[in-house]
């Protein structure tokens, strides 16, 4: 076997980085773990293809090298071959890693197939949808004294989100948080916005970033379409990886 600490991944100023050294640095991160779990993925999603008989072909994957090369704006061969160095990657290494995408969709689409109808069916409120802004503050006493304001008309929602939400990313937004699904929000801070009414202010709800006020511009229940159906498929083909990936086994650090 060979010495991890023998494998040069990297040198500055005279001194080398080990694989070993590597490994230990991620590990100590926890980084590693992680990392391997991803490639593991990949290898499981590549064999579960070839036993269900799945496969890409140069025709599928010739347009998910042009569709690459035109989202990264390569227009030119000359462009890809210097992306391509820059990134330390060979077209081989392009190929690889489009073909496991493409397999990964060929694979969720066999295994959620069938299905994605039923699911909706049963668990239709979870893809409710709403268009909210909201207002994070510290404490509770802050965001009644908000929530008065707001009741009283005394300043509009968007001008005290932007004053005092500790939200930055919302904050210069007015508190705009776009169109959010139910299943993607805090179950207390869902609980609140899908019992009240378009145009209501709800809150306080205490959430680990600290006490919101959530106005409700619209709610939208849910439909099953093409979105939906996207969504339902990725999130059944998370489940059904899980499941195998629970089984993974993990005995590098045994070598480093």
């Not at 869902?190 to 709800?202: I, K, L, Q, R, Y």
Request: include cysteine.
């Amino acid at each position: 076997m060979t010495d991890l600490n023998t494998v040069v991944v990297a040198t500055i100023e005279g001194s080398a980085l080990s694989l070993g050294e590597f490994l230990q640095f991620l590990m100590r991160k926890g980084d590693l773990e992680p990392l391997i779990a991803e490639a593991m993925e990949a290898k499981l999603i590549a064999a579960a293809a070839k036993q269900e008989g799945l496969a890409v072909s140069e025709g599928e994957l010739q347009q998910a090298a042009d569709d690459c090369r035109r989202r990264l704006g390569l227009h030119k061969a000359a462009g890809t071959q210097e992306w391509l160095k820059q990134n330390h990657l060979t077209v081989e290494d392009l190929e690889a890693s489009l073909e496991g995408e493409l397999l990964r969709e060929k694979l969720a689409d066999r295994v959620t197939q069938g299905r994605l109808e039923k699911h909706f069916a049963q668990n239709a409120s979870h893809y409710d949808q709403a268009k909210l802004s909201h207002i994070v503050v510290e404490n509770e006493g802050i965001a009644k004294e908000l929530l008065s304001k707001t009741q009283d008309d005394e300043r509009a929602f968007g001008d005290l989100a932007h004053d005092y939400s500790l939200d930055a990313q919302s904050r210069e937004a007015g508190g705009n948080l776009g169109v959010v699904s139910r299943c993607t929000l805090n179950p207390a801070v869902a609980s609140a916005v899908f019992a009240a009414n378009e145009g209501d202010v709800v809150g306080p709800v205490k959430t680990d970033m600290g006490f919101h006020l959530i106005k409700v511009e619209a709610l939208r229940r849910a439909e099953f379409n093409a979105d939906t159906a996207a969504t339902i498929r990725q999130e059944l083909f998370g489940v059904w990886l899980q499941s195998r990936k629970t089984r993974l086994e993990v005995s590098l650090y045994e070598c480093i």
